[in-house]
Nanobody
Framework: QVQLVESGGGLVQAGGSLRLSCAAS????????MGWFRQAPGKEREFVSD????????SYADSVKGRFIISRDNAKNTVYLQMNSLKPEDTAVYYC????????????????WGQGTQVTVSS
């Protein structure tokens, strides 16, 4: 099991940017593929982005493609989500998650989850 702690959320105006971080501990971080998900009030949790163990493969939900960038630093046991051109509809609690096994994009079955960080985008 890997422990995950998200940070970097907050309140931002539409068009602004935020960078989320997710720090991992407990196991070898580079063994894990990582994902970001979000859940808005009254909605189901949805996939945002993922990245394979080495950082060589990334995928994005259509709703964030071209605006968000996922990256990781295995030396720092951290995965990032750079969010640009934020919109009010990006308002949600953002979660990072970790999984092992074969990488495939847009996976939704993850082994470990963080507690989430709130992102609020005002219009």
């Amino acid at each position: 099991q890997v422990q995950l702690v998200e940070s970097g959320g907050g309140l931002v105006q539409a068009g602004g940017s935020l960078r989320l971080s997710c720090a991992a501990s407990g196991r070898t971080f580079s063994n894990y593929h990582m994902g970001w998900f979000r859940q808005a009030p009254g909605k189901e949790r949805e996939f945002v982005s993922d990245i394979n163990w080495s950082g060589s493969i990334r995928s994005y939900a259509d709703s964030v493609k071209g605006r968000f960038i996922i990256s990781r630093d295995n030396a720092k046991n951290t995965v990032y989500l750079q969010m640009n051109s934020l919109k009010p509809e990006d308002t949600a609690v953002y979660y990072c998650a970790a999984r092992v096994g074969v990488y495939y994009s847009h996976a939704t079955s993850y082994d470990d989850w963080g507690q989430g960080t709130q992102v609020t985008v005002s219009s």
